[in-house]
């Protein structure tokens, strides 16, 4: 299917050589015209030419689980859960500039907080209204105490703390600007920018379009990005995206959806397979199957080895099942004999090599790929660090679990460096990430 496109426009026809690059062990040049490659090797005369300087270039990283929307409101949003800290208000502010209040905070009400003049420092003209964890205790700077009266409707200590009621009254907390879609739309171009840094070309976001054909029974559609919101935006990677099974029939030929993710969790106790956001065995087949025989890869959610268990068992009873490569989704844990089925029935595994995958999975890489069984990287980023969306500390993880350095670069990208491929493509230094370029265009240069 044809990635979301957006507005993937930093595109040029114009032509771009790179000089001085390393493409698989040997020192060569590589001809771009529009957003394809043109050439490797030979010298080309070109519209605009980057010297690598012997950089090895590869095809962009393609990052195959994100929640861009969760990211970019963590981006957004000061995290104070740890301690105050007037370091995440500074981060924080990096984002939001001046145009959106500084939110957050979820300390602990008993924790010793900066001064009002330290929070006017670090936010550097934002607006900044940070509640306790209990909402018993607020902070507000200067610049929020002007935006809501506070001196005129309040007896407001001089060091910009509120407390019970006036923590969370009117004239505090429902004064601030709700997230609308202003805020939105900024928080997700603030997570889109931080891919290419990344060397990433490509993301696969769990993203719906709003509105639903029928009001649902159960709230499915936990943690989905609005999807709406990238054709607002000048995207520097292309986009995949990924609703909820439950709403199939609205998106059966929409080129637009990449796949369908379900939640499946294998239960325990009396009732096995009846879990959170699971609607059982025989409906999760049933929605399966539709989504199949209209050639839908589904992405079923599938933490550990009883999940695992439970999800093999589903696709079990689809029929024509490797007809479609489905997805396998975590699997933290895998107990013996699964590899064999997860190869039987054609199944990709997403893995993430970063954040809560276990030993068990990670050795279990090996054997996967051994089986036939392709495994894509992935990140299942959704915070305000960027550990888990660093490729390349995936890589480093994936080769000391007995991956081979190409074969961790291989599950972490689709293309390939040679004429007639898109141009998506990462240039790595000793330092990491020199360069990408998406679609032909330069979407990130370390300076």
């Keep these: 299917m044809e990635p979301l496109r957006g507005q993937l426009g930093r595109s040029r026809r114009l032509s771009l050589l790179l000089r001085n690059a390393v493409v698989r062990g040997e020192r060569t040049s590589v001809l771009i015209d529009g957003e394809r490659i043109a050439a490797v090797g030979g010298d080309h005369a070109a519209d605009e030419t980057i010297g690598l300087g012997g950089a090895e270039l590869l095809p962009g990283f393609v990052d195959t689980h994100t929640h861009l929307g969760w990211a970019g409101r963590a981006l957004f949003r000061v995290d104070w859960s740890g301690g105050p800290s007037l370091d995440e208000v500074r981060r924080a502010r990096r984002y939001t500039g001046t145009a959106f209040w500084l939110l957050g905070g979820g300390f602990d009400s008993n924790a010793e907080l900066p001064s009002q003049v330290e929070l006017d420092d670090a936010s550097d003209g934002a607006p900044a209204f940070l509640v306790s964890d209990d909402q018993s205790v607020a902070l507000v700077n200067s610049r929020a105490s002007d935006l809501m009266h506070l001196y005129e409707s309040l007896v407001v200590p001089d060091d910009g703390r509120l407390y019970g009621g006036d923590a969370r009254g009117m004239p505090t907390a429902l004064v601030v600007p709700p997230p609308g879609r202003h805020?939105?739309?900024?928080?997700?171009?603030?997570?889109?920018?931080?891919?290419?840094?990344?060397?990433?070309?490509?993301?696969?976001?769990?993203?719906?379009?709003?509105?639903?054909?029928?009001?649902?029974?159960?709230?499915?559609?936990?943690?989905?990005?609005?999807?709406?919101?990238?054709?607002?935006?000048?995207?520097?990677?292309?986009?995949?995206?990924?609703p909820s099974l439950h709403r199939r029939h609205e998106f059966l030929g929409d080129s637009r959806v990449h796949g369908l993710k379900l939640f499946a969790q294998g239960g325990s106790g009396r009732r096995p397979g009846v879990t959170f956001r699971y609607p059982g065995r025989e409906v999760a087949t049933a929605w399966i199957q539709e989504a199949h025989d209209a050639r839908i890869p589904v992405?079923?959610?599938?933490?550990?080895?009883?999940?695992?268990?439970?999800?093999?068992?589903?696709?079990?009873?689809?029929?024509?099942?490797?007809?479609?490569?489905?997805?396998?989704?975590?699997?933290?844990?895998?107990?013996?004999?699964?590899?064999?089925?997860?190869?039987?029935?054609?199944?990709?595994?997403?893995?993430?090599?970063?954040?809560?995958a276990g030993e068990g999975i990670r050795g279990a890489w090996r054997e996967l790929l051994d089986a036939g069984v392709p495994v894509e990287f992935s990140s299942d980023w959704r915070d305000a660090s960027f550990a888990e969306l660093d490729p390349l500390r995936g890589v480093q993880i994936a080769v000391a679990h007995g991956l081979t350095r190409d074969e961790a670069l291989r599950c972490y990208s689709r293309g390939t460096v040679r004429p007639g491929a898109p141009a998506d493509l990462v240039a790595l230094d000793d330092d990491g990430v020199l360069l990408t370029i998406c679609a032909g265009s330069e979407t990130y240069r370390r300076r």
């Excluded at 995207?235 to 990924?242: F, K, N, T, W």
């Excluded at 689809?318 to 064999?340: F, I, K, M, W």
């Design 183 to 242: 805020r939105l739309r900024a928080e997700l171009a603030a997570a889109l920018a931080e891919l290419p840094r990344h060397g990433i070309t490509e993301a696969h976001d769990i993203a719906t379009f709003p509105g639903e054909l029928e009001p649902p029974e159960v709230f499915w559609e936990r943690s989905y990005t609005d999807a709406t919101l990238f054709s607002e935006l000048e995207l520097p990677v292309r986009i995949q995206i990924r």
């Design 299 to 356: 992405s079923v959610h599938s933490l550990r080895a009883h999940d695992v268990e439970e999800t093999l068992s589903v696709f079990e009873g689809v029929s024509n099942v490797t007809a479609v490569r489905h997805r396998l989704v975590h699997a933290y844990d895998l107990a013996p004999g699964q590899v064999e089925r997860i190869a039987r029935l054609g199944l990709t595994v997403e893995a993430q090599p970063v954040g809560n």
